[in-house]
């Protein structure tokens, strides 16, 4: 696609729900990278996956976040038993490998009420 | 000692003026480095990128890299309003790195 797509653009979930964040990234970019950013703050890098080596799991807060990759392209991140903490924008971001800047998708806004 | 330090700012130029924003980092074996523009509830923007010493023009930016002092800046020529957003310095780990850790960023005010 032209962009970085990300969906949903907003979700409102209770405390204890899991959610699901979907990310299409740009055709032929082999890298694909999760981040969040809380309210006024900077961004913290989750998870980043290269074509089809294992992904870098080490920026997950918890064992409550998981996130894959299909065929190399669209990626979800799953987050189980949500905490009111979890509450942030998600982005998601691609690249054509690593070294290179990023370009990032809308972002998916989660409030946990 | 933060992986990647920016002025919190915000810093207030008025219309016209150049603006310099100012990056340090900590990771020695960096090799690239970015500038993001984030304007309010919306996702950062790639701006800039340079791998070597030096300055990269392009339009009103300049990007200034001085590897030695683990030091990157942004100048913004010719400020304008529209200018007006967090700018985040971005820079990608050493050798064989693979994750680019981003800045809190500096807040910037063009005034008209």
């Known amino acids: 696609g032209a962009g970085v797509s990300q969906s949903p653009s907003n979700k409102v979930t209770e405390k204890g729900k899991d959610v699901e964040l979907r990310c299409d990234p740009i055709s032929g970019h082999t890298a694909l990278y999760w981040y969040r950013q809380s309210l006024g703050q900077g961004l913290e890098f989750l998870i980043y996956f290269q074509g089809n080596s294992a992904p870098d799991k080490s920026g997950l807060p918890s064992d409550r976040f998981s996130a894959e990759r299909t065929g190399g392209s669209v990626s979800t991140l799953t987050i189980q038993r949500t905490q009111q903490e979890d509450s942030a924008v998600y982005l998601c971001a691609s690249s054509v490998g690593t070294g290179y800047g990023y370009t990032f998708g809308s972002g998916t806004r989660l409030t946990v009420v | 000692q933060k992986e990647v330090e920016q002025n919190s700012g915000p810093l207030s130029v008025p219309e016209g003026a150049i603006a310099s924003l100012n990056c340090t980092y900590s990771?020695?074996?960096?090799?690239?480095f970015f500038w993001y523009r984030q304007y309010s509830g919306k996702s950062p923007e790639l701006i800039m990128s340079?791998?070597?010493?030096g300055d990269k023009e392009d339009g009103r930016f300049t990007a200034q890299l001085n590897k030695a002092s683990q030091y990157v800046s942004l100048l913004i020529r010719d400020s304008q309003p529209s200018d007006s957003a967090t700018y985040l310095c971005?820079?990608?780990?050493?050798?064989?790195?693979?994750?680019?850790?981003f800045g809190a960023g500096t807040r910037l005010f063009v005034k008209a």
């Open positions: 971005a820079v990608n780990q050493g050798t064989g790195g693979f994750k680019t850790i």
């Open positions: 340079i791998y070597s010493n």
């Open positions: 990771d020695r074996g960096s090799q690239s």
